[in-house]
């Protein structure tokens, strides 16, 4: 309850016979000028402003808020509820395990430990399409998902029962913005406080980057690691300075032949040049009406990919209709309507907001689009992409230059037709067909199926193609294109590729109705896309893997081929490890790229086969109108789907109804688990304070170049037998099948330890030319290469501390919680870079590590650092007498593993504890301990 009320904002709303308590934004002088999202932020402090905390100072710094000054006043965001999933959900749930058993042994209520925001959780992210091109696929997926995740599971269903306020939304429901989206998302939200019901913006912060895509149903929420979230969960406000809000003028209509996907990519990349990180992103204008709320939320969703905090859309009638479509009561979009239009949250095109940068894009402009071959931010016209993927093969591939020029000159000869064995298609091996894609001939590789067909591979052939993440299967448009698409194309006797593993991953069920009742379910299972679950599969690398033979070709040839996939993350090593180059493309060009087979190719030019007719079929002979996309969309889906889909969301099925459930306040490890383990966080802790103290001699694990993600420190992907994670599980009797991937033993930090720096695509600088989680262990003679793992164990019996050197952007991506915690528990106490993406350096902060950037202009580079260096930073212990310095005195000093002649560096390094909140955490030892004590 709200303790102070500073500007008598208290008043009550009456809805039809419902009479609700409101803080009102109009109360505060300068309001008016604010854009939609720091209105939004306006009224959460007015409801929890308590004079500590939350003071009135803050509340009047938000109503004069000056747009172009650089963001400096803290305020604490209390936002409505949490919302998690399971990769970065299960680490939250041990934690909060592990801290009731940590309040037993501090002397307290082990049921003192709750979510005191609602916390929702939706399994989604440990299904593996594993199998695929067949009926059962589905089916078997989810059977193998239970069998790999019985441990996990049976430990959230305890969550479920042990925590007050606590939902589990079981698996092969959806994906979890989707079901945030169509479900979960009230906009207006409301709960008793001290007997009176009140009403006020639906907020969140979830543990997963693209909670944003909840922004474009005006609900404010971002992602956050899951130690914030945990501290949300708590009840611990999240600590924020008052952002820049960048405008975003959309004007103009979408062109016939352009998706949802295409003005994304566009406003993805446009972002990305202005430079948006830390700020809100706000759309605004007439353009705005004309945005359907599917694409609103793609737009959306991809908020961490440009690098925003939010992207947030207002509330209208747009808004109001899909509440109602998905299946919202008219109770509650009698309130959403009267709520934002008394708190001037109702989007009023004629009224052109303040914010502090501008930025516009007409609609009509965007041409068809794909990004690639690593991250969401390369975009390429799709007129264009043949020859950018030649350009950019030459990084992926050993190929001959002269072809390479030569294929630019467009000389390049193409290759014969791609041969296949006459082969009944029944019993075809992965639905093999004949192709006559071009293939460059930099380094064929016949391959030979165990059915007795064959084909040629080559660099770039695609070897997934995946309609995956809820970026793209929330949006109608693209899916009922892609479903068109593909009846086109088979009509016309098109087929997929043989070599291409074909998935469709819905991001929830309402998708597999409204295909069906669209009668286009055959025709895309005709290409090979049956569903192969309901969850985020290939985008958050759950592809699975490739035929065997298929991948030993790859493997054996050191083939650059490649994934199209419609979700949103296509950074390298993180789709499959067979697959160098990944490519982000909206669902019906997914489709496509499966019929031609390769990146080799124009679409403008090149047939992708020949069809029943006997003529070349070419992409615009099968792409769908426009006209008839927006029918099918009005024809084929109801609000009747989303209330028979979501009317038993937290059942599951009878595989979930029958787990057995362990029951009690506290938790019973197992101590032979694999999956779930009580991690360390709390050993030895006490109520007293230890005093924080500078770093001597720290040595360096890794030194990186710039956009090192969170994918590329934080354990993803499958389990390789010859890594430390691989040799652990050995140990423990775990058979190489069973080893799973690295998100679904998230719950065992031993696991999670010895994945940390382990991506096959990290590049450590202090190695030349390795790529892998590999170091030098400046603890043995000669500093020889060894795992990351092992030289931190090593570091670590010496009592020797770790540094991390690295450049621009470090930290951006998702997978945060562990980016964090294996960073920490591998003994690293700092991390020197350029600059930080948001997220990361305040979870470095809540697990205890320095983050520091380099002097402006500076790099470890330019500043002499090797990395062979014992490092000292001086200056930490002003925390404990409660001031942050600006910056901490480093001292770099030679070694023996140093080259002769080497001198002593000194710099002054900026410390990037930027709130008075975050210096508490740090003092605490983190978060966790700050909280754990707070609530003891």
């Known amino acids: 309850m709200s303790a102070v009320n500073s500007f008598n904002s208290k008043d009550t709303l009456t809805v039809g016979s419902t009479d609700y308590e409101v803080f009102r934004i109009d109360s505060v002088a300068g309001h008016e000028k604010l854009p939609f999202s720091l209105k939004v932020l306006l009224e959460n402090l007015l409801r929890t402003e308590d004079g500590a905390n939350v003071t009135k100072s803050q509340i009047e710094a938000l109503g004069s808020w000056v747009p172009e000054s650089e963001p400096d006043t803290e305020i604490q965001f209390s936002p409505a509820r949490v919302v998690m999933q399971d990769f970065t959900g299960v680490p939250c749930i041990v934690d909060l395990a592990t801290m009731r058993e940590a309040v037993v042994d501090l002397g307290g209520d082990p049921k003192k430990i709750n979510p005191l925001s609602p916390a929702e959780m939706v399994i989604d992210h440990s299904v593996i399409a594993d199998l695929f091109g067949s009926e059962n696929a589905l089916e078997r997926n989810v059977e193998l998902e239970y069998e790999r ?50 009403a006020y913006p639906d907020t969140c912060v979830g543990t997963d980057s693209h909670t944003t895509m909840v922004n474009g149903l005006g609900v404010l929420g971002w992602g956050v690691g899951g130690i914030e979230a945990e ?46 990180v830390g700020k809100f992103v706000e759309f605004y204008g007439e353009g705005v009406a004309q945005v359907p709320l599917a694409n609103r939320a793609t737009i959306g969703n991809m908020s961490p990919e440009f690098g925003s905090t939010a992207a947030m859309f207002p509330i209208d009638d747009v808004t109001l209709e899909y509440l109602r479509l998905t299946g919202r009561s008219e109770e509650q979009v009698a309130l959403v309507e009267q709520y934002s239009k008394l708190q001037k949250l109702w989007h009023d095109a004629s009224v052109e907001p303040v914010f502090s940068e501008y930025i516009e894009l007409d609609l009509a402009t965007v041409v068809p689009s794909i990004a690639g071959p690593k991250r969401p931010q390369d975009r390429v016209e799709l007129s264009r992409a043949k020859d950018q993927f030649i350009l950019d093969l030459d990084a992926y591939a050993s190929a001959d230059h002269s072809l390479v020029d030569e294929a630019l000159e467009g000389t390049f000869p193409a290759s014969d037709p791609i041969g296949l ?64 698409l593909a009846r086109n194309a088979s009509k016309k006797g098109l087929k997929s590729k043989p070599w291409v593993k074909t998935t469709l991953a819905p991001g929830s069920k309402v998708v597999t109705d409204y295909y069906a009742k669209a009668g286009l379910t055959e025709y895309l299972e005709d290409l090979g896309f049956y569903t192969v679950g309901y969850g985020c599969t ?36 993180r789709i499959n490890p067979d697959v160098k180059m990944n490519y982000l493309a909206s669902p019906p060009l997914v489709i496509a790229y499966a019929l031609a087979g390769s990146m080799n190719f124009d679409f403008d030019k090149d047939a992708l086969g020949t069809g029943l007719d006997g003529e070349d079929v070419y992409l615009k002979d099968i792409w769908p109108d426009a006209s008839e996309v927006q029918s099918t969309i009005d024809s084929s889906i109801d609000t009747e789907m989303f209330n028979h889909e979501y009317s038993g969301v937290f059942d599951g099925d009878e595989r979930w109804q029958n787990l057995p459930t362990p029951v009690g306040a506290t938790f ?14 709390f050993d030895g802790m006490t109520m007293e304070l230890t005093p924080v103290t500078s770093i001597v001699g720290a040595r360096v694990l890794a030194k990186l170049g710039d956009s090192v993600t969170t994918d590329h420190i934080s354990p993803a992907g499958n389990i390789k037998a010859d890594s430390p994670a691989g040799k652990y599980l050995d140990e423990h009797g775990v058979a190489r099948k069973d080893y799973n991937s690295y998100g ?16 096959i695509r990290l590049k450590n600088q202090l190695l030349d030319g390795v790529e892998g989680g590999y170091t030098r262990d400046f603890t043995q003679d000669g500093a020889p290469q060894s795992f990351i793992y092992d ?100 001292v770099a000093e030679p070694t023996a593993n140093s080259a002769a002649g080497k001198q002593t560096i000194e710099f002054d390094a900026v410390l990037r504890i930027d709130t008075p909140g975050e210096a508490d955490y740090y003092r605490n030892g983190g978060i966790l301990q700050y909280v754990l004590r707070s609530l003891v």
Not at 174 to 188: D, F, K, M, P, R
Not at 746 to 757: A, L, S, V
């Open 149 to 198: 995740n019985g441990e996990r599971y049976q430990f959230l269903r305890w969550g479920q029962t042990a925590f007050d306020d606590f939902k589990v939304v079981p698996p092969g429901t959806g994906i979890v913005h989707q079901v945030n989206i169509e479900y979960l998302a009230q906009v207006t939200f409301t709960r008793t406080i001290g007997g009176a019901l009140r």
């Open 421 to 484: 064995t006459p082969q009944d298609e029944e019993t075809a091996h992965a639905h093999v067909h004949t192709s006559h894609a071009p293939s460059t001939v930099t380094n064929p590789a016949r391959v030979s199926l165990d059915d007795g067909t064959g084909f040629t591979l080559d660099h770039g052939a695609v070897a997934i193609a995946a309609i995956t993440s809820c970026t793209n299967t929330s949006n109608p448009s693209v899916m009922l294109a892609a479903g068109l």
């Open 744 to 759: 679904s033993r998230r719950g065992n930090h031993e696991i999670m330890i010895r994945g940390t720096f382990a991506n």
């Open 791 to 890: 030289a931190s164990q090593n570091y670590q019996a010496q009592g020797t501390p770790l540094v991390i050197l690295g450049g621009k952007e470090y930290g951006s991506g998702s997978s945060r919680d562990w980016a964090a915690k294996g960073t920490s528990l591998l003994g690293v106490k700092a991390v020197i870079t350029e600059s930080f993406e948001r997220i990361h350096r305040s979870n470095l902060i809540g697990m205890g590590v320095l983050p520091l950037q380099f002097p402006a202009g500076e790099t470890w580079e330019s500043l002499g650092l090797d990395g062979t260096e014992s490092i000292s930073i001086s200056g930490v212990e002003e925390l404990n007498e409660g001031r942050t310095p600006k910056t901490l005195h480093v």
């Open 231 to 276: 501290a949300a969960m708590l009840g611990q406000p999240v600590s924020m300075l008052i952002p820049k809000v960048v405008g975003f003028k959309l004007s103009g209509a979408i062109p016939t032949g352009v998706t949802a996907t295409d003005v994304v990519l566009t406003i993805t990349q446009m972002l990305r040049k202005h430079g948006v």
């Open 668 to 681: 019973e490890w197992d101590a032979e688990s694999t999956y779930v383990r009580k991690p360390p966080y």
């Open 538 to 573: 290939t985008c958050i690398g759950n592809s699975g893997p490739l035929l065997d033979e298929i991948s030993a070709a790859v493997n054996d040839n050191d083939l650059a081929v490649t994934a199209v996939l419609s979700g949103n993350r296509n950074f390298e090593g």
